[in-house]
């Protein structure tokens, strides 16, 4: 009887240390940001990393690697479907992106005012919309937030309306945007962002068509003479999680990592918009032009959009997607948000 009482103790004892251990395992996550390190996105992404891991109190450990140091900025998509990471930054509108309908939130002059408003206009549309959510098939989409709205910067004209823009070489990152360049007859250039300066410095191209805050970014600010606030379009970035990895965490560490994300959307909300009023304060200080077109002027850049509104719904609907409806959809929400 001794003897069966001292087996019982000693298989008790390994279940106890076996379940400990297995308590105490540390789940890893790789995640990839396609920003270099050194940037002020990257930076909050790793204070968030950091706050998350800490909370997680050693069940869980996050490993961020940026600057394309894991995969290409066209890979995020499809390495998070399939598991080669885990969590990885996202644009509808990035490089290699397969999303179509989610696009919809860059096309120029919706009706958006603020990098805040598209954040909550497009939480709410993706929440309504099932065909939406199923372009991002086999993810766990989280962290939604919006970028400050597109302007020119130029380095030898001044650009009032739509016409004045003809002809000119303008670098434009991303297909909505480069399509807005040709309908206003400007001829957009696509060029890597390690060569805008070069390229702006030599006169290889005239201007910029972007948000104002990647100018201090990429060192910008000196080479462009003219800004015209037009907030045409505006950018949305995202966290992408393998779905099946989301489903595997428990619910408690879920909760971390949402918290962390949205924290981070606050603060980047923050940073966008000092730095969107730092930058136009930058350039009067420098004696540029810093111009607001007039409202009969802006209603020259709204009518010169309506086309490319257009164009996309036709397109999409080739597609077989049903484009209009979440077009009717998003044009609902901006109105009760501005309402």
């Known amino acids: 009887m001794?003897?069966?009482?001292?087996?019982?103790?000693?298989?008790?004892?390994?279940?106890?240390?076996?379940f400990g251990f297995a308590q105490?395992?540390?789940?890893?996550?790789?995640?990839?940001?396609?920003?270099?390190?050194?940037?002020?996105?990257?930076?909050?992404?790793?204070?968030?990393?950091d706050m998350i891991n800490e909370k997680a109190r050693g069940r869980l450990k996050i490993t961020p690697y940026f600057g394309e140091t894991l995969i290409k900025q066209p890979e995020h998509y499809r390495a998070t479907q399939l598991g080669v990471v885990d969590i990885a930054y996202?644009?509808?509108?990035?490089?290699?992106?397969?999303?179509?309908?989610?696009?919809?939130i860059s096309l120029p002059f919706l009706g958006l005012t603020s990098h805040e408003m598209v954040t909550d206009v497009y939480k709410k549309l993706f929440n309504e919309s099932p065909e939406l959510r199923a372009e991002y098939k086999g993810l766990k989409v989280m962290g939604i937030f919006g970028i400050p709205g597109d302007n020119f910067h130029m380095t030898k004209k001044l650009i009032r309306i739509p016409s004045d823009a003809?002809?000119?070489?303008?670098?434009?990152?991303?297909?909505?945007?480069?399509?807005?360049?040709?309908?206003?007859?400007?001829?957009?250039?696509t060029i890597p962002v390690g060569e805008w300066y070069t390229s702006l410095e030599r006169?290889?191209?005239?201007?910029?068509?972007?948000?104002n805050p990647v100018l201090?970014?990429?060192?910008?600010?000196?080479?462009?003479k003219y800004h015209t606030i037009v907030n045409a379009s505006f950018g949305l970035n995202m966290w992408i999680f393998n779905e099946q990895k989301w489903n595997s965490l428990p619910p408690d560490l879920q909760n971390i990592i949402i918290e962390g994300m949205e924290w981070r959307v606050k603060e980047i909300h923050k940073f966008?918009?000092?730095?969107?009023?730092?930058?136009?304060?930058y350039a009067k200080s420098k004696g540029h032009t810093v111009y607001y077109p007039t409202e009969e002027e802006m209603k020259l850049w709204r009518e010169v959009a309506k086309p490319i509104h257009y164009k996309w719904i036709e397109e999409m609907e080739s597609k077989g997607l049903p484009a209009r409806k979440v077009y009717n959809r998003l044009q609902r929400i901006i109105k009760e948000y501005r309402s």
Do not use: H, Y
């Not at 644009?91 to 919809?104: F, H, K, N, Q, Y």
């Not at 003809?166 to 309908?183: C, S, T, V, Y």
């Not at 201090?216 to 462009?224: G, H, N, P, R, T």
């Open 24 to 49: 105490t395992q540390v789940i890893e996550l790789k995640l990839a940001q396609w920003d270099p390190p050194q940037t002020m996105v990257a930076q909050f992404t790793q204070r968030m990393v």
């Open 203 to 211: 006169g290889l191209v005239e201007g910029l068509f972007f948000l």
């Open 272 to 281: 966008d918009k000092n730095e969107d009023i730092r930058i136009i304060e």
């Open 216 to 224: 201090s970014v990429f060192k910008l600010e000196d080479l462009f």
């Open 90 to 104: 996202f644009g509808p509108t990035a490089p290699g992106s397969p999303v179509l309908l989610g696009r919809i």
């Open 166 to 189: 003809k002809g000119i070489k303008i670098i434009a990152l991303g297909g909505p945007r480069a399509e807005f360049l040709k309908e206003i007859g400007a001829s957009p250039v």
């Open 2 to 18: 001794k003897c069966v009482g001292w087996i019982v103790c000693a298989v008790f004892c390994i279940l106890v240390v076996s």
